[in-house]
């Protein structure tokens, strides 16, 4: 398509926005109102750079949405990351139609890709044999779609590779912004909650919630082990200090602790394994050293959680029983709605509404979704006050069906898998260490997904998902395999003797 063509276009879209923003303004209703003065600012940011309309939804992502909500008690504020990011979709969309340079291909197709692939025709598919109410579809699909634009801008080679690495570079720096905010929402806002128990729920950093209930502590968990995974990497290839490096470390190991985050003596010592797999493997001495410092930092967390939070005669038996229980109990369902993650696995299991085609490809995006200002999903509404989207694995087979949940989770597995194939791969030594990093932060997201459902409905953790997978899809171009020479496969006489003779 060609440039003018597009010019001429972008000036219809603007007679177009202009319009309907002063039909809706003329109504009077707040929201539509809102919405309007949105599309507006919208059209006239699409003509900012790609690279800029990135740095900006890496903001929104982590630091103002959350304090948005939090701070100033603007839960429409959640909205912000997904409309950022649904201004990158637009932007690539727009770069791809009048850049005459096609975006960058890897040679092949990644498995991980085709599964994303297969994901997106599933949704598709649930949304055409559903018949999806035009308001759930539109809430449903604004949680799943957008936050693959910073995939697809930074897997197929739409912005500079230098501006990928500055991303990372980026977010390192979050466990320090979010240090005094974690500091300040621990002793001052948890410290006037009346429920002890509960005080944790407060600390969630810059990623959201609410002070008086819960809130993205799990995502402030996940972004400070992402944050000491790219440390250590950016460490390695002399990217950043080692003070640095400790400050990161250090931060984001205490907004963990502040936040009360079980999951991470599972998810930390998981991660930093997978991040040197083949040297562990190779040097059992050193996987020793690595578990020993592990044990102190795990054994240092479980004495602070013992002193902050629990009682220390019930953290090692009865409440650590709960809490499994809590975890695995199909019936655990609370007065309120609260469902338990493996309640969530048995309600779906035990639905007796179903076609085979909603067993395999959901009742289509929203369905579930119980909390919403706009349209509550048509599932949700059987099942109230349950939330029985608790997690996003719940969510999809709700949504997508079998098929939807099967390749949502083909997209992480495969990733893991891609990236643990390049870890020999010869290249710069960053891209390396970067491979590695994103490689063990989407080992994290697979159990996540069994955490709650941020990642099928929040911004924030969709970000730093989209970014992972990004990341990995152009590192695969970027590093090559180490091919073996041809005479060193069929060496000469004089080779064979000479390794003949050699010492063994």
């Given at each position: 398509m060609s440039p003018a063509l597009i010019n001429a276009l972008m000036l219809v879209i603007a007679l177009l926005v202009a319009l309907v923003a002063g039909m809706a303004i003329g109504l009077g209703n707040y929201a539509l109102d809102a919405l309007a003065f949105a599309a507006i600012i919208g059209f006239v940011l699409l003509l900012l750079p790609l690279e800029l309309l990135m740095s900006a939804h890496?903001?929104?992502?982590?630091?103002?949405?959350?304090?948005?909500?939090?701070?100033?008690?603007?839960?429409?504020?959640?909205?912000?990351?997904?409309?950022?990011?649904?201004?990158?979709?637009?932007k690539v969309l727009l770069t791809y139609l009048t850049s005459r340079r096609q975006p960058s291909a890897s040679s092949g197709m990644p498995f991980f890709v085709i599964a994303l692939i297969a994901y997106l025709g599933g949704m598709a598919i649930a949304v055409f044999v559903n018949r999806v109410p035009l308001l759930q579809g539109i809430v449903g699909l604004k949680n799943l779609l957008?936050?693959?634009?910073?995939?697809?801008a930074i897997g197929f080679g739409f912005v500079p590779w230098s501006f990928v690495k500055r991303l990372w570079m980026w977010l390192i720096a979050i466990p320090i912004i979010c240090f005094p905010v974690v500091m300040y929402q621990h002793f001052i806002v948890a410290?006037?909650?009346?429920?002890?128990?509960?005080?944790?729920?407060?600390?969630?950093?810059?990623?959201?919630?609410?002070?008086?209930?819960?809130?993205?502590?799990?995502?402030?968990?996940?972004?400070?082990?992402?944050?000491?995974?790219?440390?250590v990497?950016?460490?390695?290839?002399?990217?950043?200090?080692?003070?640095?490096?400790?400050?990161?470390?250090?931060?984001?190991f205490l907004a963990i602790v502040l936040s009360e985050n079980k999951s991470a003596f599972v998810l930390l010592p998981a991660a930093?394994?997978?991040?040197?797999?083949?040297?562990h493997l190779r040097n059992p001495v050193r996987f020793v050293l690595v578990a020993l410092v592990m044990a102190v930092a795990l054994g240092t967390m479980y004495k602070a959680y013992n002193a902050l939070y629990y009682d220390a005669e019930k953290i090692g038996s009865r409440e650590g029983t709960e809490r499994l229980e809590y975890f695995f109990d199909p019936n655990n369902v609370k007065p309120g709605g609260e469902v338990g993650r493996g309640a969530?696995?048995?309600?779906?299991?035990?639905?007796?509404?179903?076609?085979?085609?909603?067993?395999?490809?959901?009742?289509?995006p929203g369905a579930s979704r119980a909390e919403s200002t706009v349209a509550i999903g048509n599932v949700a509404k059987r099942y109230i006050p349950w939330t029985i989207n608790s997690t996003a694995i719940a969510q999809l087979l709700w949504d997508q069906g079998l098929f939807g949940c099967l390749s949502y989770l083909s997209i992480l597995f495969g990733a893991v898998v891609f990236g643990i194939r390049r870890y020999r791969w010869q290249g710069d030594e960053e891209d390396r260490q970067l491979l590695r990093a994103a490689t063990a932060i989407s080992l994290v997201l697979i159990p996540f997904s069994l955490h709650n459902s941020h990642l099928i409905n929040a911004g924030q953790d969709q970000y730093l998902m989209s970014l992972t997978l990004g990341t990995l899809l152009a590192v695969g171009r970027q590093l090559k395999k180490d091919v073996v020479p041809t005479h060193a496969k069929n060496p000469s006489r004089s080779q064979r003797r000479i390794v003949h003779q050699s010492p063994r």
């Open positions: 890496f903001v929104t992502a982590t630091i103002i949405a959350g304090c948005v909500v939090y701070f100033l008690r603007i839960q429409q504020g959640h909205w912000l990351p997904f409309g950022s990011a649904l201004l990158v979709g637009a957008p936050s693959w634009a910073v995939f697809i410290a006037r909650r009346i429920d002890a128990v509960t005080r944790f729920d407060a600390v969630v950093g810059t990623f959201g919630g609410n002070p008086e209930g819960g809130g993205h502590s799990s995502t402030l968990m996940l972004y400070m082990v992402g944050a000491m995974l790219t440390a990497a950016l460490r390695r290839s002399n990217k950043i200090s080692s003070l640095y490096q400790v400050a990161v470390i250090v931060a984001a930093f394994l997978l991040f040197d797999l083949d040297t969530s696995l048995s309600i779906w299991w035990g639905d007796r509404l179903y076609t085979p085609l909603q067993r395999l490809f959901g009742y289509g």
